[in-house]
């Protein structure tokens, strides 16, 4: 999935977007810690984490997705990012979109619809559902 959307990443107005990829939840946050990004895109709800927080250990067990911790984690600390989240599972899209996702889209419209909601992230529009 990572390298489809990097493909459609490296296309959308000209090529001019700067691309990070940072494999693990734990740090990105750090990331976005210590500067402004203007998009966060994660490709899997399974996200892997370095160190699984350590506040949320006993979530680890209610069968919590990593990336909704990240979600989470990302409105505790009141990082300000639209977040797309890319997977197949659709059951999850409430609770992703509940957790402060600005959308949710299926990896089989990624070729047809990033570009149309990274444009609208980035525009400031309210969240996709």
Not at 106 to 120: A, N, Q, W
């Amino acid at each position: 999935m990572l390298p489809l959307c990097l493909e459609r990443l490296k296309h959308l107005h000209g090529g001019t977007y700067q691309v990070e990829t940072i494999p693990f939840c734990d740090d990105a946050l750090m990331a976005l810690r210590q500067q402004p990004f203007d998009l966060v895109l994660v490709v899997s709800l399974l996200a892997p984490w370095r160190t699984w927080p350590s506040l949320n250990a006993p979530t680890r067990f209610m069968g919590l997705k990593p990336a909704i911790l990240f979600l989470k984690q990302l409105r505790a600390l009141r990082i300000q990012v639209p977040v797309i989240v890319v997977s197949q599972l659709a059951s999850a899209k409430q609770e992703v979109l509940a957790n402060g996702a600005f959308a949710f889209m299926d990896p089989f419209d990624v070729k047809d619809d990033l570009e149309v909601l990274v444009s609208l992230a980035l525009g400031g529009v309210g969240r996709i559902e």
